[in-house]
């Protein structure tokens, strides 16, 4: 999967508003649910800046957005009052998330969140500031490039006798290889993504994807 429809996010000129938000819609007060955790974001993202009309166009992609089975989440990317790009994401963020800042954010997810969803299949493209100076470090099972993770214990559950430890950005291509996603190199100062790191999902869950 090539990220050239994220192209338009970084052509644009402009402030933008990055939203992550569970949009799962399971009971039967889940769409006044969705909407109060809307109207949070939306003070946080007025509490930083962003306009009236940009905040209009988000809220309204939110509410208008086909309701999908299932847990998931919404990415709404939004600039001078227009909705760039609405992405569905196959489960929820890990918290719902709202930025104004001048770059968006390309992905939510941060370097925990990220081996999250390798592990489990759901990481369709990862994307990794190519910063030579990290110091992050993961632990790794030296026989299986699939088997990463931030804590040593989690693989001697999974029965690796001694895991290795390694520079994160060695791990994660070696894990996104042995995964089949696909990876995008951002030069720094591109994108804003916590840990120099973020993931765009895949649109099913791995037993879907993998069916």
Sequence with gaps: MKLDFLRPLFERPGSWVSVYLDATRAGENADHEVALRWRGLREELAGQGADAAT???????VQDHPTQPGQYGLAVFAT????????TLSAPPPADTAWFEPLPHAASTGLVDVVARLQRGQADTVLLIDDQSSTDKLWIAPDDPTLVAVDDHVLREAGVDEPQKVRADAALVRAIAGTGADLVLIVPGEA???????????????STAAS
């Design 192 to 206: 804003t993504l916590e840990h120099g790191i973020g993931a765009v999902l895949r649109y099913a869950d791995a």
């Design 80 to 87: 001078n009052g227009d909705v760039a790009m609405v992405q």
């Design 55 to 61: 905040l209009d166009a988000v809220e309204g992609a």
